[in-house]
């Protein structure tokens, strides 16, 4: 086949998409067209109802940008630096992790909360890991399933490694979170509790499934885009106004120390640190569980602050 004979037969299906679902000059305009609609007027209710939460958020998202912005120019100019070759690696794991925690928040302004909450699971993994990184907690290579010798470019290596991997992974849970954390019992067991909900919705949406049966028990579910809802809305912004600090608390640590990083740097991780903070007390004076378990967490795991910088991993 020819290029142009391609470049038609490619033309002849994007027309029969056309011929088959425009509707009133737009593809989707029948019935994706409403939904669309329905999801910038939700998500526009949780914007307005929860302000502080999206100025918190946007501020955070904005200071975690420039911070990751700041270390890539430098490394564009002047390379990276040859004596820590695990730091490009671990600077993208902050920008991987900047991009889905910005993926939530376009979600939950959108109508869907709880798809961003199924996302938000990822978003803890990835600020444990990096947090056992700047705790020193084990090798980069045991970290990464790679020890004995073992690598990735060999198909014959790949299980071990995916194995090993979850290995690593159960052994940073447990010295964040669990028997080997230091953290008292009652905050294991609520904090086991905060990690088990999230899995409720990563895996099948459950809570999605279970919501949206209620509705039809009702007899309100009559529109198949997103409708607005208190609980849903507070399980993602309570989540996400944790994960953020725990976020916060680690950005320090991606910074390298032969950069020069302005006071205005630091007044702005200061004011951050203690907005999420006042969050945080905030819903611990309502008297949940799960901010004091939280605190604690944060202050005896996550212990870093503007007076840190990266330190390459043994």
Not at 130 to 138: D, E, G
Request: glycine letters at 6%; hydrophobic letters at 40%; a negative charge.
């Amino acid at each position: 086949m020819t290029d142009e004979e391609s470049k038609q037969r490619i033309l002849q299906w994007q027309n029969r998409l056309h011929e088959a679902f425009d509707y009133n000059g737009f593809l989707g305009g029948k019935f994706l067209l409403g939904t669309m609609h329905l999801e910038e007027t939700v998500g526009q209710l949780f914007v307005q109802k929860y302000h502080g939460h999206r100025l918190l958020t946007d501020a955070f998202l904005d200071f975690f940008a420039e911070t990751l912005q700041t270390q890539l120019a430098s490394h564009s100019q002047y390379g990276w630096p040859p004596n820590e070759p695990n730091y490009a690696l671990i600077l993208f794991m902050y920008l991987t992790m900047f991009r889905a925690v910005r993926a939530t928040e376009v979600l939950s302004v959108h109508g869907y909360p709880l798809q961003g909450y199924a996302l938000q699971r990822s978003i803890k993994d990835q600020a444990f890991i990096l947090c056992a990184i700047a705790n020193n907690v084990m090798g980069f290579n045991e970290m990464f399933g790679l020890q004995d010798g073992l690598t990735p470019l060999r198909d014959e290596d790949n299980r071990k490694i995916a194995a090993n991997r979850m290995k690593a992974e159960r052994k940073i849970r447990s010295v964040i979170i669990g028997k080997e954390s230091g953290l008292s019992e009652e905050t294991q067991a609520e904090l086991l509790s905060w990690e088990q909900l999230f899995n409720f919705e990563t895996h099948r949406g459950l809570f999605t499934l279970f919501d949206t049966l209620k509705d039809a028990f009702k007899g309100k579910l009559v529109v198949v885009g997103p409708s607005p809802d208190e609980t849903n809305d507070a399980m993602f912004f309570n989540r996400s106004n944790e994960l953020n600090w725990m976020i916060l608390r680690l950005i320090p640590c991606m910074r390298r120390k032969e950069l020069v990083w302005s006071d205005e740097w630091t007044k702005k991780w200061d004011l951050l640190e203690e907005s999420f903070r006042m969050m945080n007390g905030g819903l611990a004076d309502l008297g949940k569980k799960i901010p004091l378990a939280h605190l604690e967490m944060i202050e005896l795991k996550f212990k870093f602050g503007p007076d840190h910088y990266y330190i390459e991993p043994k």
